[in-house]
């Protein structure tokens, strides 16, 4: 935990605290073994120390209602005495340590050990000059001075190496730099609610000092220890300290203790702050963790990197749980750090890595042998000591020729496109309002199939304002005036909402002149105040009347109750209780309900269903929220039991219900017609009564009447999906989730269910890629089941925010749309790259391997080689990577898991522009001179001067890759290459400075290039010929895709050994031994299948002569076999119906070809 160990930190307070001890009545390490006693101990300590709480508050100078008169100096001395609230973040990586870790890369090294050894020999010179007739073979114009400048390609090399490593060190860099601002962003948005100098206010939780009264409410993470003042029904969610996943009742006489870290589930309070960041549990168990050695570290490391690198103040205890069995799920959900694109990319890395390795080992023998062979065999020379020095030279110089192949033909570019295509994206979409806690979840999003979204405050504006009533007998579609409502009923409505409602809800005035009131706090509750208003009556004087603290009981909103009431006591003693919730809950627990003249009068089971039919019903169909609000009056005594709640809410009498209205947010029906076009489903999940979710589901599209649809209740669901025990069963869940498109009235674990039904469901070709949004805290295990979890950044409560993948700023569903967008572009900017990759490592290679088996040399040199790598790994990787996406991008389907990286269409630009530029290169190097009027440039001896030949030849080639970039930025077989390419300015940056760049080197690049000058027209063939690249791209896409069957795909997810970890470990709790087995089965027999067809084709092919027909007859037969075989896969791992390249199983995806 940064440098400071607890030693330190303690005595360093000691010190403060022997001068402070004065100024408040209790130091720092009282409180701090105060907050590690539990439950009664803790009661009766602070009854023998302190008397109560009131007398902590007098000592820490705090008032209990006031709080902190919040001055400057005093918060300042504070912080001195007791600390701030924050624990210090590890160290991020310097500059050095990022340029050490890039230097560890192998080809790098041997890169470096190649040159240093051609420097050392180039500065030893034999003695006597036998050298001269060492090598007839390749003598030839050699001069002094040239022969002085042997060093210059080994130092070449090595600046070209220290280049590659800077700037992947700098890329590393700024990726950490961009995490940190993220993270503290993400810190900056999390704000607590305090009470200071008798102010309710927000403030950042890293302002938090001991001695605050902070408010607590349902949903929050507590920022810091304390002890609980006041409130009611607050209950904890301990296990992020114990593991005890059992909820925590608090009391303040029989468990005060409020602790970091932990959640609050349910209820509201007050408590007093008595220890703060490194003194907090949390702070403590970290502070251990940074203190436990080298170990720990690696495993905060890890805990780190998944959330950012960066403080740990959103994640109080991320590493430092350990019990709970959903901890342990959170922990296998983490690794999946690795995403499928990535999985892709590295499989496909290693792959061509191989075939580099192969092709420079045979470049070498062939070389060493030639050289050897004619050297030695044809001329006869007889090995001489003297001689050694020249042929080690040699055999250098042949090594470092392989070395410049395997380097190019490695793209090391591929994980800097990555990393830097999901950097810049996750920054721009910090603009569209959504801020990415785990960078793959940017890509994953590209993938979705689904989106299960909530009603309120997402779809809908959530600002709530009633505009039906039902009141004394009578329906009023708009408000009513106040006097036609009876008087007393009208009292007893005031008080009912005034009392019976959060007492941090308000509502403010406008901020701006003719703008709508604010609403601060929950929104329904606002919305009923807003009524109280309208009925030109005022709810502060009422709460005035009756402070918070004199409320005699509250049972708080949770999702099992969906209403709350508050109990008072009235002048006689008397006990009166207000309730509100959702209207069929508790219209069920009214048996009264007052008429037009403000009496009660008997509510028998019809009145209710008559009224279910005649008011609520139609409210509902209006999509209005329907809630219903009641009293009930009990004696002083006996004192009712106030814990039997089934008692208490029940014989209510009504005294109306209210329709509110939630508009739905005017982007989203756009939004959601976007979603479907892009192979997106919408679901709604929503607590809220049927009839007003289907009436919202129709306004915001997500069904159109006359479709196939099911909208089904949360009772419904669970009965059809549950078997006769009760259980639930994914072939029930199979037969509903693809036509569902509402769920109302559904709790979380519902939700849950069909997130978790809909991702393990086997019941399409591709696994479903889901992603869910939620704000509640009972929507965690929702959000962590999801491939990728949305919060809402303002109305979500911490717990959500906590298990969320992306945060949305704005909480709008259009952003969920832009954050698709984001993420298929991130998957075609990785496309584009390699399209653009492949081609350059294709036509280098083997340029560079038939150029040194035909002419004992490369006609690319070592250090051309590596410039050429860098323009084409780094510098195209940042132009490709930071295209913006374009809303063609939403006309396509999803790519599904298994597609692979390199579809045909992008083979057949690979191969195609390496077909133009191997013809363009060989023509120049065997026939070039002639063409050019120069001297030839092959078999030149060991140090001869650069020839224009060979400078001719690298310079066409870096044309020709300039101009094929530009080809690479359309990778569906567009025709228009140049489409939006003045929108991404670092893209035109790029090519120019790279053109600029390859003039100097051409131009002055001298003996360490191996260029030499060229005139003007020589320049102009060169671009000429570059220019023939983007004329040749026109011919290639007029080429249909489907007619070259011989093209196979490349760099897909497939088989078993290819199943990224995620997914293993993702269904390692679900699947249980046996089933492992099976699947293992079935994808050997898939495996025995394919063999067998590849086969058949190989047989049929020479029966049918290859006659076109044969193919036809062969595909058809083929897919028909495959599409058998598809049923039976599970497709999450294999799909075989894209085992045969043909074009009638090609996925739909492809459809762009």
Known sequence: MGDMTNSDFYSKNQRNEANHAGEFGCTMEELRSLMELRGTEAVVKIKETYGDTEGICRRLKTSPVEGLPGTAPDLEKRKQIFGQNFIPPKKPKTFLQLVWEALQDVTLIILEIAAIISLGLSFYHPPGEGNEGCATAQAGAEDEGEAEAGWIEGAAILLSVICVVLVTAFNDWSKEKQFRGLQSRIEQEQKFTVVRGAQVIQIPVAEIVVGDIAQVKYGDLLPADG??????????????????????RKSVDKDPMLLSGTHVMEGSGRMLVTAVGVNSQTGIIFTLLGAGGEEEEKKDKKAKQQDGAAAMEMQPLKSAEGGDGDDKKK???????????QGKLTKLAVQIGKAGLVMSAITVIILVLYFTVDTFVVNKKPWMPECTPVYVQYFVKFFIIGVTVLVVAVPEGLPLAVTISLAYSVKKMMKDNNLVRHLDACETMG?????????????????????????GDVHYKEIPEASAINSQTLELLVNAIAINSAYTTKILPPEKEGALPRQVGNKTECGLLGFVLDLKQDYEPVRSQMPEEKLYKVYTFNSVRKSMSTVIKMPDESFRMYSKGASEIVLKKCCKILSAAGEARVFRPRDRDEMVKKVIEPMACDGLRTICVAYRDFPSSPEPDWENENDILNDLTCICVVGIEDPVRPEVPEAIRKCQRAGITVRMVTGDNINTARAIAIKCGIIHPGEDFLCLEGKEFNRRIRNEKGEIEQERIDKIWPKLRVLARSSPTDKHTLVKGIIDSTHTEQRQVVAVTGDGTNDGPALKKADVGFAMGIAGTDVAKEASDIILTDDNFSSIVKAVMWGRNVYDSISKFLQFQLTVNVVAVIVAFTGACITQDSPLKAVQMLWVNLIMDTFASLALATEPPT?????????????PLISRTMMKNILGHAVYQLTLIFTLLFVGEKMFMIDSGRNAPLHSPPSEHYTIIFNTFVMMQLFNEINARKIHGERNVFDGIFRNPIFCTIVLGTFAIQI?????????????????DQWMWCIFIGLGELVWGQVIATIPTSR?????????????EEIPEEELNEDVEEIDHAERELRRGQILWFRGLNRIQTQIEVVNTFKSGASFQGALRRQSSVTSQSQDVTNLSSPSHVSLSNVLSSPTSTPPAAAGQ
């Open 887 to 899: 809303e063609s991008l939403l006309l396509r389907k999803p790519y599904g898991r298994n597609k």
């Open 1000 to 1016: 100097v080197i051409v131009q002055f690049g001298g003996k360490p290039f191996s260029c030499s000058p060229l005139q003007l």
């Open 331 to 341: 922990a296998n959900m983490h690794k999946k750090e690795k995403s499928v694109l």
């Open 447 to 471: 993938n979705a199939t689904a989106i299960c979204s909530d009603k309120t405050g997402t779809l809908t504006t959530n600002r709530m304002t009633v505009v039906q009533a039902y009141i």
């Open 227 to 248: 002890i609980f003042i006041q409130g009611n029904d607050l209950k904890i969610d301990e296990s992020s300290l114990t593991g005890e996943s059992d909820q925590v």
């Open 1044 to 1056: 070259l069957k011989f093209l196979k795909e490349a760099g897909r997810l497939t088989q078993k």
